[in-house]
């Protein structure tokens, strides 16, 4: 299931952890104790190190990836978020590809059924309000670029000479064969006798010809 379970106790001071995030240089490893060292010292934050977690912006043991890195990128961070965002809830944009322009009712229904009702009522709404709070932070109007098929390295980089089509193939082919000749040199013995010299020449036409 691509649905993320991680969300906050309280979401207003989200907007505050991205931007200091993004202000401080990445650290080695995501902790309450760096999550401290940024001000945000409530047990009701710590939960971001959950949902940092389902954005793929850190591995399991809180260790930044390349999205973390990403998001520190003042001109990209809201595409980069809402990158993860659609990530971490595939599922729910399964059942609407604007699930991010829903409200806190919708996300919660939603949820619930996704989970087949193992969440509480306490649960959901807090996963609920986790997820419209992200989103109100991302940027879903840029779609993430999609990977081009490239050409085989060969194919792209000879040049149109050195991959003639079949009919020039087949006209080479032709012309070399035709232009084949073969030089041949014959010493002939300084004899008077002409006899000699037609055995000689009949030899050659019996042979080669």
């Known amino acids: ?23 401080a240089q990445a650290p080695e490893r995501f902790t309450h104790k760096f999550l401290e060292g940024l001000g945000f010292k409530s047990t009701n934050d710590r939960g971001i190190l959950g949902v940092l977690k389902a954005l793929a912006f850190t591995d399991e043991s ?24 659609s990530r971490a809830y595939a599922d729910l944009f399964k059942l609407n590809n604007k699930a991010n322009e829903m409200d806190v009712g919708w996300v919660k229904n ?14 959901l709404p807090k996963m609920a309000a986790t997820f ?25 980089e000879l040049p149109a000479a050195v ?6 193939a087949l006209g080479s082919a032709k012309q070399h064969r035709f232009a084949l000749a073969y030089n041949i040199h014959i010493e002939l013995p300084a004899v008077r006798d002409q ?3 037609d055995a000689i020449f009949k030899s050659l036409r019996e042979n080669l010809l």
Do not use: W
């Open 163 to 168: 991959n003639p089509t079949p009919e020039l």
């Open 62 to 85: 809180g260790n930044p990836k390349q999205p973390y890195f990403d998001y520190l990128d003042d001109d990209r961070h809201k595409t980069v978020l809402a990158e993860g965002i």
């Open 1 to 23: 299931m691509a649905l993320s379970n991680a969300y906050l106790l309280q979401v207003k001071n989200l907007p505050e952890i991205l931007q200091a995030m993004r202000q």
């Open 110 to 123: 939603k949820l619930k059924t996704l989970t087949q009702g193992s969440k509480s009522d306490a649960v």
């Open 195 to 197: 006899a000699v010299y």
């Open 132 to 156: 419209v709070a992200l989103c109100k932070q991302a940027d879903f109007s840029t779609p993430a670029p999609t990977p081009k098929e490239g050409k085989p390295e060969a194919q792209a």
